[in-house]
């Protein structure tokens, strides 16, 4: 398919980990049609460039700590932000999460 095309969220696609706005070139797996189909992804050519090939990927925002691209600069943003957490935050927030959800397990239970 070799089709160029960004992600509308975060998945994992032919064991690589893909994050949402990132641009990536379809490599002709059995799934890629269902990616189009569910809207995982839009073709670049939906966000102005006709026929998109490296050179127009190598022009789009990329992020500095993972080399990715994006097709918008505040994807890119939102990617070298993620690189700055630490495990310490990271484990902030999951407690964080347990604790809301824990809440409304008690709300619902009431």
Sequence with gaps: MDEWV????????NKKEVRRGQAFQLEGCRN??????????TP??????????????EDLPIC?????????EWQRDRCGRMHE?????LQ???????ERVRERVETVGA
Aim: hydrophobic share 30%.
């Design 85 to 89: 957490r630490t495990e310490a935050d």
């Design 64 to 72: 500095g700590e993972c080399g990715r691209h994006f097709a918008k």
């Design 6 to 13: 960004v992600a509308n969220k975060d998945f994992t696609y």
């Design 32 to 41: 890629d049609g269902r990616l189009l189909r569910h809207q995982l992804v």
């Design 92 to 98: 902030q927030d999951r407690l964080e999460l347990s």
């Design 44 to 57: 670049l050519t939906e966000f102005g460039l006709s026929d998109p090939d490296e050179s127009d990927v």
